[in-house]
């Protein structure tokens, strides 16, 4: 255990003591640095992650009183109110469920977990201890996002019967963990397309999922890439540079889904979902809604539709709920449901087989 100095830097008692796992770029970019914007509010009072450098470099640069190796040895030391999991995907669930078991409210990075039977456990802990459990599903946060829930609930859609999801980058591998199958899960679909198919089934008001066909491809992330530096490292790279996937839901409905790291396409990042509904269609990535008025086909647009920091409002949504002041967008239960479809997506693409998630 670091311990930076003797008072620790616990001056004030009234606030809000927050913990961090895994203290890496998304911790930094949407986590720390937020949580930094309200210290009248919080104060950051451990930090835990396997790396002794980053450690001490969270420390140093962010005044955490403790740091610790190991996130048990946190949570059995330091006196948490709430803390962000920002590992690598397979110690989300380990570290939550520590979290939770010590009463600590949570918010979990993308993917809740590496398995449907790891988000269960952690809905299950969750309401066990009444603490809270969100996930970070920040592009729910962003300004158009909540536009378009307001649009589809207000029933300018009608009935969502089918949508397409795509979270596409034409050369877009990241480096580190991201190309590691042990310890993310996956590629592409875990890491990018989950926030578009979270998107997707939040707008649709979470249907049920009964039947799920995938595809996964590793066609161009194993081999070196000629026509630019290849950032990667393509001899380790273990998880699928494309999906591809059909959900049915219980209400009739059909998503597809189309999500890559690399692919030959015309596109540069496109994240978008579309829905079609009964009255009308949604386009996220131009906040537009597609309609027939008076007969005519109407595309209502909001160019000036603001974008404030989605991790910023999210982070700030989080320390209003640790306040009591209002509640988190996603569910634990919402989580399953995600991770049930990502898991019968890869399942699907294994056997060729459709899956019941
Ligand atoms: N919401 C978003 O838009 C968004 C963006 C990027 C990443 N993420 C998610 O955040 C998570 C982390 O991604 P990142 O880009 O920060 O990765 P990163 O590799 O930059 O950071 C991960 C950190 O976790 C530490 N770590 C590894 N194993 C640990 C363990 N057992 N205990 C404690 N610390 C451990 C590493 O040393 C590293 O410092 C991933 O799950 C990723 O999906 C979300």
Same mark, same amino acid.
């Given at each position: 255990?670091?311990?930076?100095?003797?008072?620790?830097?616990?001056?004030?008692?009234?606030?809000?003591?927050?913990?961090?796992?895994?203290?890496?770029?998304?911790?930094?970019?949407?986590?720390?640095?937020?949580?930094?914007?309200?210290?009248?509010?919080?104060?950051?009072?451990?930090?835990?992650?396997?790396?002794?450098?980053?450690?001490?470099?969270?420390?140093?640069?962010?005044?955490?009183?403790?740091?610790?190796?190991?996130?048990?040895?946190?949570?059995?030391?330091?006196?948490?109110?709430?803390?962000?999991?920002?590992?690598?995907?397979?110690?989300?669930?380990?570290?939550?469920?520590?979290?939770?078991?010590?009463?600590?409210?949570?918010?979990?990075?993308?993917?809740?977990?590496?398995?449907?039977?790891?988000?269960?456990?952690?809905?299950?802990?969750?309401?066990?201890?009444?603490?809270?459990?969100?996930?970070?599903?920040?592009?729910?946060?962003?300004?158009?996002?909540?536009?378009?829930?307001?649009?589809?609930?207000?029933?300018?859609? %009608?009935?969502? !019967?089918?949508?397409?999801?795509?979270?596409?980058? /034409?050369? @877009? =591998? $990241?480096?580190?963990?991201?190309?590691? *199958?042990?310890?993310?899960?996956?590629?592409?679909?875990?890491?990018?397309?989950?926030?578009?198919?979270?998107?997707?089934?939040?707008?649709?008001?979470?249907?049920?999922?009964?039947?799920?066909?995938?595809?996964?491809?590793?066609?161009?992330?194993?081999?070196?890439?000629?026509?630019?530096?290849?950032?990667?490292?393509?001899?380790?790279?273990?998880?699928?540079?494309?999906?591809?996937?059909?959900?049915?839901?219980?209400?009739?409905?059909?998503?597809?889904?189309?999500?890559?790291?690399?692919?030959?396409?015309?596109?540069?990042?496109?994240?978008?979902?579309?829905?079609?509904?009964?009255?009308? %269609?949604?386009? !996220?990535?131009?906040?537009?809604?597609?309609?027939? /008025?008076? @007969? =005519? $086909?109407?595309?209502?647009?909001?160019? *000036?539709?603001?974008?404030?920091?989605?991790?910023?409002?999210?982070?700030?949504?989080?320390?209003?709920?640790?306040?009591?002041?209002?509640?988190?967008?996603?569910?634990?239960?919402?989580?399953?449901?995600?991770?049930?479809?990502?898991?019968?997506?890869?399942?699907?693409?294994?056997?060729?087989?459709?899956?019941?998630?």
């Amino acid at each position: 255990m670091h311990d930076r100095q003797s008072d620790g830097g616990r001056s004030s008692l009234a606030k809000l003591k927050i913990g961090v796992v895994g203290g890496g770029g998304i911790a930094q970019a949407a986590h720390i640095n937020n949580y930094k914007k309200h210290a009248d509010r919080v104060e950051l009072v451990a930090i835990a992650d396997v790396n002794e450098a980053t450690v001490r470099r969270n420390i140093e640069e962010h005044g955490f009183a403790y740091g610790f190796a190991d996130f048990n040895e946190m949570f059995e030391n330091a006196e948490l109110d709430a803390v962000s999991v920002c590992t690598p995907n397979k110690f989300h669930a380990p570290a939550t469920l520590a979290a939770l078991k010590a009463g600590c409210h949570v918010l979990c990075e993308k993917p809740p977990a590496m398995t449907s039977a790891e988000a269960m456990e952690m809905e299950a802990a969750a309401a066990a201890s009444g603490t809270i459990l969100a996930y970070g599903f920040c592009n729910r946060y962003r300004a158009r996002a909540q536009y378009l829930k307001r649009a589809i609930e207000a029933g300018e859609l %009608g009935h969502i !019967y089918a949508g397409r999801i795509a979270a596409m980058r /034409r050369n @877009g =591998i $990241p480096g580190g963990v991201f190309v590691n *199958k042990e310890l993310q899960g996956g590629g592409p679909l875990i890491d990018i397309g989950v926030h578009m198919l979270d998107l997707a089934l939040w707008f649709m008001d979470f249907p049920k999922p009964v039947q799920v066909m995938g595809a996964a491809y590793r066609e161009l992330g194993t081999k070196p890439y000629d026509s630019v530096p290849t950032p990667w490292d393509y001899a380790n790279y273990t998880v699928e540079d494309l999906a591809m996937g059909m959900i049915r839901f219980e209400n009739g409905a059909t998503l597809l889904l189309e999500t890559s790291f690399i692919v030959h396409a015309p596109e540069g990042n496109n994240n978008t979902v579309r829905l079609h509904g009964t009255k009308g %269609g949604l386009d !996220y990535k131009t906040a537009g809604i597609h309609q027939l /008025r008076q @007969g =005519i $086909p109407v595309d209502i647009v909001a160019p *000036k539709i603001p974008d404030p920091d989605m991790h910023q409002v999210q982070l700030e949504a989080f320390i209003d709920a640790l306040e009591g002041k209002g509640r988190m967008l996603s569910t634990p239960g919402q989580g399953v449901v995600v991770q049930q479809i990502i898991e019968a997506l890869y399942r699907s693409a294994e056997t060729g087989e459709a899956v019941v998630p």
